[in-house]
């Protein structure tokens, strides 16, 4: 039974989960030189360089499918491999684990994300704002050179709260659906794995396509049109979802959840992404602040004044969010095991 068990596909959806997320935890991003997502980014300016001459949106449907098609092979490929070697060696299982652990991981950005923010906290800290401005340039497209003091803590929190779901929710969302949806349908048990992982790899693929073309410029509106839109739907129910979360975080940090979620309702459709408001105008509804965009939008209320603390304790939100993501699939998990024992 426990043979059975190591091989099953829904105690290996949840070990790979919890062990990717570890390694991000504990060791960050891959190397440039070897990481996933930088091959994608490459991927895409290839067929962008072929495609943009056309300026329509077949060329960013074209776009969208061969993109997704050529960096599905970068899951595809070594998982196939460690599949078809299966039957030889009884370690492959091993070497399939790591593959898939590895592919997983490179679709969370955790501790990016979170050191990101805790560096320019450090920053404002130790009075270096022309430092913090610097390391804010990285994190948004606005132009930091000029904000003062409280517009760059609150770029820090608006970039922090909205890649909650980029960074972690949506891509542990698809691993786990399709995971599930794939076990249930009597798929075998390493194929289930492909497929769930495959699912997370795609949503990185069109996040990161989104980054790359997805603007309203001149130059990319049509061609990154089909990649926005496709990223705004395969972001539409994580992002709701991260958004209650937060809300739920915020009851546990003791923070103004009401508050979290008034604003959520009032204020999550006032910015032009159609998801990114559930989770910055949650996090600014906890904290009693009043996040901004200059002439884009407005969140919150100003209750409180914005200061370095608040990035702290979006820090503590976005964490203890992503804390309940994992609890809440390793519970799905768990309870489907019990089932099949």
């Not at 906290?121 to 022309?130: A, G, I, P, V, W």
């Amino acid at each position: 039974m426990i043979t059975e068990l190591y091989s099953n596909s829904i105690y290996m959806l949840l070990t790979i989960l919890l062990f990717s997320l570890a390694v991000d935890l504990l060791l960050g991003e891959f190397p440039m030189q070897i990481h996933p997502v930088v091959w994608i980014g490459k991927i895409i300016s290839f067929f962008k360089n072929i495609l943009i001459k056309y300026d329509n949106k077949i060329a960013g449907l074209i776009l969208s499918i061969a993109v997704i098609i050529v960096s599905s092979l970068i899951v595809l490929i070594p998982m196939a491999i460690a599949r078809y070697l299966l039957p030889y060696n009884d370690m492959m299982i091993y070497l399939f684990k790591l593959i898939a652990i590895l592919l997983l991981t490179s679709t969370f950005s955790v501790k990016l994300l979170l050191d990101s923010a805790r560096d320019v906290e450090k920053d404002l800290r130790n009075n270096n704002l022309n430092k913090a401005r610097q390391a804010v340039s990285y994190l948004v497209s606005r132009d930091t050179n000029e904000l003062n003091k409280e517009h760059v803590i609150s770029a820090v929190i608006e970039t922090l709260s909205e890649n909650i779901p980029d960074s972690y929710v949506s891509t542990v969302f698809y691993y786990s659906i399709v995971g599930i949806i794939a076990s249930l349908c009597g798929i075998g048990d390493f194929d289930v794995i492909i497929l769930a992982v495959l699912a997370a790899f795609i949503h990185r693929v069109v996040d990161t396509m989104d980054s790359m073309v997805g603007y309203k410029t001149k130059e990319l509106y049509n061609i990154g049109f089909i990649p926005a839109h496709l990223d705004d739907a395969l972001n539409y129910i994580p992002a709701r979802f991260s958004g209650a979360l937060i809300v739920v975080s915020a009851m546990f940090l003791r923070l103004n959840w009401k508050n979290a979620l008034f604003i959520m309702r009032r204020d999550a459709n006032n910015c032009d992404s159609p998801n990114s408001g559930y989770t910055m105008a949650t996090v600014a509804g906890a904290l009693n602040i009043q996040l901004e965009k200059e002439g884009v939008y407005t969140l919150g209320d100003n209750i409180n004044p914005i200061n370095v603390d608040c990035i702290e304790k979006a820090v503590d939100l976005a964490r203890l969010t992503i804390f309940l993501v994992t609890i809440f699939f390793m519970f799905v998990f768990m309870d489907l095991i019990l089932l099949m024992l």
